[in-house]
């Protein structure tokens, strides 16, 4: 039985991921399917957690800056 769900997670997360990695070129959500595929992976395996994790820590950093801001709009004509 914990056989058979490692190769469950490991065939659908896996096909999941491939799908994802694919999407980065072709047109879909890749920024909402590899962490999915990432998730139903770490179920089951270690470097699955530790991507997740580093994807995490990842979004948590770019999330928290600041964005960039446009210098002001200026009308006057010279």
Do not use: H, N, Q
């Given at each position: 039985?914990?056989?058979?769900?490692?190769?469950?997670?490991?065939?659908?997360?896996?096909?999941?991921?491939?799908?994802?990695?694919?999407?980065?070129?072709?047109?879909?959500?890749?920024?909402?399917?590899?962490?999915?595929?990432?998730?139903?992976?770490?179920?089951?395996?270690?470097?699955?957690r530790?991507?997740?994790a580093w994807?995490?820590?990842?979004?948590?950093?770019?999330?928290?800056?600041?964005?960039?801001?446009?210098?002001?709009?200026?009308?006057?004509?010279?």
């Amino acid at each position: 039985m914990i056989l058979l769900r490692k190769c469950l997670v490991a065939v659908l997360g896996g096909a999941l991921l491939i799908a994802g990695v694919a999407m980065l070129v072709l047109p879909g959500p890749a920024v909402v399917v590899i962490p999915a595929a990432l998730a139903i992976l770490a179920l089951e395996f270690l470097w699955a957690r530790r991507w997740l994790a580093w994807l995490r820590e990842r979004y948590k950093t770019t999330s928290s800056k600041e964005p960039a801001s446009c210098p002001p709009f200026s009308t006057d004509k010279p």
